[in-house]
């Protein structure tokens, strides 16, 4: 199957620094890559829908100010989270989409732990 | 809207006794049914998943899926469960728009 990658796959920072996260799709083009946040023992929680060349469409209650996501080529996506706070602690996870098909390939996912 | 259930948090079961993860779902038109399996500190890895035809769906790693309309089901089965197995499931469901709604998740722990 396809493979996507993120990196970092674990990070620590000081409260109000910012973070990037990248998410890559290694051997296929992702019209689509999608961005989900999971908190401990909970199930994904899709933030943004992100497409090539285009701006991210923000699910409802995320920051968009906060979370800025660029997909800037048809192999990565990034996600900036701006001013970090504590509350921010979770475990990020990306996926793309080659096409119309909905399977989405997901990436191994990044840490972020804020102190 | 589109919503799946995932009505068990846990399912026990012991090594070698057949599984099954249970997937109840709303949505309308013609979706597509996906499972996930999340092992500790890692993304989701695709199992199966059902678009259309016969109603039961054979993935990865021995797992199936059967897809019932008229129970609106899509439960995960294996025959034997391994103790590798051990870990958290999602089912999933697209309606439309590449839009994914995900289940809550169910943690499968197989007993030797």
Partial sequence: ????SQ????????????????????????TTMFWYRQFPKQSLMLMATSNEGSKATYEQGVEKDKFLINHASLTLS???????HPEDSSFYICSASAGLMGEQ?????TRLTVL | AQSVAQPEDQVNVAEGNPLTVKCTYSVSGNPYFFWYVQYP???????????????????SYGFEAEFNKSQTSFHLKKPSALVSDSALYFCAVNGGYQKVTFGTGTKLQVIP
């Fill in chain 1, 1 to 4: 199957g396809a493979v996507v």
């Fill in chain 1, 7 to 30: 990196h970092p796959s674990r990070v620590i920072c000081k409260s109000g620094t910012s973070v990037k996260i990248e998410c890559r799709s290694l051997d296929f083009q992702a």
């Fill in chain 1, 78 to 84: 990034t996600l900036t989270v701006t001013s970090a």
């Fill in chain 1, 105 to 109: 390939f997901f990436g191994p996912g």
């Fill in chain 2, 41 to 59: 500190n890692r993304g989701l890895q695709f199992l199966l998943k059902y678009i259309t035809g016969d109603n039961l769906v054979k993935g």
